[in-house]
């Protein structure tokens, strides 16, 4: 495998950020999350980018920054949950890099998110506390839109019922197939 970089992509709250330093870590690789690279390069938090200048600006701060990163080598990138949805951003990343889908359903996706209010993307308007139903439509509705760009990954896992401990290792290994040809065999 010629392509240095590993990318997680996937849906808000998936684990790309908790998954993505540790398995960097297990295979001696460098870590960065698009998300906090775009922060340092604004000065802003990504929900204040999207209150203040709006989500086209978050989104051409996002495929600058992801250009900037695609010639690194031996790094796991974390995405944004949107990142892939976007025809460049997704040439950038499977020209230059390995790219892995955690998947995680919209069950366990609300799970996780249901008391967050950090994601622009998942914000209602009010103060109001949404349903569930209404949480639950707004995560199908945006999945919907994405599916098919998380399905052009090179690699699909998901990450619902697994530990983290036993994705990295999953992944690690493959990881560690793919570039060293390492085998599986202890
Ligand atoms: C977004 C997901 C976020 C962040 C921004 C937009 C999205 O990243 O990039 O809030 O559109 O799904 P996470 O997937 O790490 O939450």
Redesign the pocket.
Known sequence: MNKKIVYLT?????G??TIGPILANTLGWNFF???RL?EEAAGLS??MI?EENG?DY?REL?TETLKKTSGLENYII??????V?NQTNLEIIKSSGFLIYLESSPEETYKRLRFKR?????LFDGDEEPSKTEFMEKINA?LQK?IKYYNQADLKINTDNCQVGRTVDKLSHIIKKEYYGESNKR
Request: glycine residues 12%; aromatic residues 10%; hydrophobic residues 45%.
């Open positions: 996937g849906f808000m709250a998936s790309k950020s999350d698009l998300d775009i990504v929900r999207f989500e978050f996002e974390a995405l944004g949950g949107g990142t949805a950090d994601r622009p993307a998942l945006l994405r």
